[in-house]
């Protein structure tokens, strides 16, 4: 198993978000105990390390030596009774793998490395399973002949030093107090088969909710995310919906049916060029599914609503940001009404590009590295926030726990990276020098941005109880009525397909939107693939 997959763990957090601040990135957690807490480095992410063995005490060493990995060995397990009190550079061995979950909470680790190699799948699944209840995140170290290989066991995780690629420390977003939104709950999730949806669903999973159904239109995605989580995908039960949210009265019947309390709308269409080219069924995926995913929720008296955005949304100049933009309004609009009848908390995310996530840049980066062919870049100066899929779908979960209604929630993703700079630091980590790395330059297509923002210009950003989390709130006045008048022109001219009638609605329902003229590159723009994923 790859030492960065991001599978079978929920990312994230052990700490409450409204207790102190961690040196590190201002994370809260309460002060460990006195008599048991291991002396903290004033940075990186606390780590448990799984396996007390000749890998992982080899890994505990060599992340002592190597820093820039952001990760930082508080303590081991291990199930053999003769290690139990041992110390590995300071950190002791606690307790034994059983015991998982518990010290996780207990010591506050954000990350849980497993360093015990030719763990059985299942086994697999049930330690990551026992982090996410306590809301680490999972790291792996790669088979024991891979790591016999290499000199240092530690550098098989260089991999996962995504610091350097996101120019800032990862961020340790979700808190133990997710478990109160989601334990006991029926809980939807909407494009489950999708890169983030997939991930969420085996977040919520670790937190116990009465049930998880799993929302695609996609069957093959469905089958192929079931038998991830449970290790088998029998196909017979009603966890899995196969559904098109463009359809209303099967969403309305979904909702009768299964009366979700918790929401997670993850399922959208996301590739910018595509939808420049077809923004009719950007307005029929990414507009009209949310408005039939939020009528729905309303009627049937949904908790919490959370809508999937993109900081595309803000002061948007392409189909995708507009329609997303879109999205979010039609979420405000109807929280105002939820929060007066005191019906559900309903709140959107925007998320930076997502590394790992399906079709990303690291996908496509890693692929064109791999064929020995040049690598595909917009522009040399053009800049992109990213964030990892941890970050991503801690940012949903803490946001849905977080929300009051009607907010829209970014996490604080630092400067914004230069691509040229992520493309020649990848590659520094898989050993190859600058200089045998080609770039083309193939020029911003429509509706590209240089560079993007978090927040619209008019757009006030608000702290919130987690220190790297903001929010901005919808203007006042405005509210569903009125936003139905334009929204049913365009939804008309959607399912004519009547596109240049669709830019022209888009337009008049968002005032400033535009598609701007693309910047030109330094040489001659060729077609060439690059990934638009948020």
């Known amino acids: 198993m790859s030492p960065h997959s991001t599978s079978a763990r929920p990312h994230t957090a052990g700490e409450g978000a409204n207790q102190g601040e961690s040196a590190q990135d201002g994370l809260p957690g ?91 799948p299942q086994r697999v699944r049930a330690l990551a399973t026992a982090a996410a209840a306590a809301g680490a995140a999972v790291r792996y170290l790669p088979s024991f002949l891979a790591a016999l290989r290499r000199e240092v066991v530690g550098s098989d995780m260089r991999s996962l030093d995504v610091n350097r690629l ?93 009366e979700p309390e918790v929401v997670f709308h993850a399922a959208a269409h996301k590739h910018l060029p595509l939808l420049e080219r077809h923004p009719s069924e950007a307005v029929k995926s990414n507009v009209l599914g949310t408005d039939h995913l939020v009528e729905a929720a309303l009627a049937t008296g949904v908790e919490r609503f959370v809508l999937i955005s993109t900081d595309k949304a803000a002061d948007p100049t392409s189909v995708l940001g507009a329609s997303k933009r879109l999205a979010e309004l039609i979420v405000q609009a109807n929280a105002r009404d939820a929060r007066n009848l005191g019906t559900g908390a309903f709140s959107a995310v925007r998320f930076g590009n997502v590394l790992g996530s399906r079709g990303s840049l690291l996908s496509v980066l890693a692929e064109q590295l791999r064929s020995g062919g040049p690598v595909t870049v917009t522009h040399p100066d053009v800049t992109r926030f990213f964030m990892t899929i941890e970050e991503a779908v801690g940012l949903v979960l803490e946001s849905g726990r977080m929300a009051r209604g009607g907010e829209v929630f970014v996490l604080d993703m630092g400067e914004p990276v230069r691509i040229v700079d992520l493309v020649h630091n990848f590659a520094e980590q898989v050993q190859l020098a600058r200089d045998e790395v080609e770039i083309r330059y193939t020029g911003l297509r429509a509706g590209e941005k240089l560079n993007e923002a978090l927040f619209s210009e008019g757009e006030e950003r608000q702290p919130t109880a987690h220190a790297r989390i903001y929010a901005t709130l919808a203007e006042s006045g405005s509210g569903p009525e ?23 609605r888009l337009a008049e329902l968002l005032p400033g939107y535009r598609t701007p003229d693309p910047v030109p590159a330094p040489v001659p723009a060729l077609s060439a693939p690059y990934p638009d994923g948020f």
């Open 30 to 120: 309460a002060p460990l105990p006195a008599s048991r807490a291991p002396a903290a480095p004033p940075t990186g992410l606390r780590t448990l390390v799984v396996g007390a063995g000749a890998a992982g005490t080899a890994l505990v060493r060599d992340l002592g030596r190597a820093p820039e990995f952001g990760l930082v060995p508080i303590g081991l397990l291990d199930d053999d009774p003769a290690k139990a009190g041992r110390s590995v550079d300071s950190a002791p061995v606690l307790g034994t793998l059983a015991e998982l979950t518990g010290l996780a909470v207990e010591y506050r680790a954000q990350v849980v490395a497993l360093a015990i190699p030719g763990l059985a």
């Open 166 to 258: 996101i120019g800032r420390h990862e961020v340790h977003v979700v808190s133990a107090d997710v478990r109160d939104v989601i334990e006991g709950r029926r809980v939807l999730v909407t494009g489950a088969g999708g890169s983030i949806g997939s991930e969420l669903c085996r977040q919520v999973q670790a937190f116990n909710p009465s049930a998880l159904y799993m929302l695609d239109h996609d069957e093959s995605n469905l089958h192929r995310l079931q038998l991830d989580i449970w290790g088998e995908a029998l196909l017979t039960d009603e966890s899995l919906v196969i559904a098109d949210i463009r359809d209303r009265p099967r969403i309305q019947q979904i909702f009768r049916d299964l």
């Open 482 to 504: 009125d936003l139905a008048g334009g929204l049913t022109g365009l939804y008309e001219a959607a399912a004519v397909n009547s596109d240049d009638e669709v830019r022209r």
